[in-house]
């Protein structure tokens, strides 16, 4: 899959990692509710490596494996049988945008956690997807309250441009960790950089510290 994607694309994003494109260099502790360097749109951009999986709601999968008491590969059905959660967060982009109140569904990673139990030697998450992509997120940032395998936006089901049927959604972090047409979550005891971090994007992402780069 990752064959096919614009290499173009990719060049870009690399160089603005380079030139740490959109740095303002403030130190994310002022009252506005904008995180340093973003802007506001209304209209949610469409952001990927420009494969859409064709991934139907029937045939579906999440693996949820690696350091875990109880794996599980779970089916639409399946997902929809643990508990449901919403919420109304904030979300922000690398590329500058953000957006607010967005309410999102589905189930909170606090209850995947539940059910599949990480082993203690469990420290970090890698997150799959069906296009090829992954990325990485630590096991803490995974358990945060508002981490949620996402099916819904805006009420409605997540559409296939948004990274439908599910998606990751981390709204702590730029939406680069939020992986969409999410196929596998694996809990692992290093950390493994994913496709941007391994690109000269932020191992991290916290757009208050704007983690935007890491040329280290
Ligand atoms: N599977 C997958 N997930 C992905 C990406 C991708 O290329 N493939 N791009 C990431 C990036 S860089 C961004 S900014 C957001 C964009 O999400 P959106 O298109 O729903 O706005 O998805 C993230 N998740
Ligand atoms: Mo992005």
Redesign the pocket.
Known sequence: MLGK?KSKLIES?EAWSREGRLLTGEDGRSDSRLPPGQRLVKQ????????H?EVPQARWRLEVDGLVANPLVLDWQGLQQLPQSQQRCD?H???SWSMFDTDWRGVSARDLLAAVQPLPSARHVVLH?????T?NVSLEVFSAPDAMIATHFGGEPLTK???GPV??LVPQY?????????SRIEFVAEDRPG??EVRGYHNEADPWLEQRYDWQ
């Open positions: 994607i994003k949610w951009p469409v952001l990927d490596l420009g494969v999986p979300i982009c690398v590329t997807a069906f296009d090829g992509y990325t441009e948004h990274g998606r990751m730029y939406l680069w960790k939020s992986a969409k047409w999410l496709f941007w």
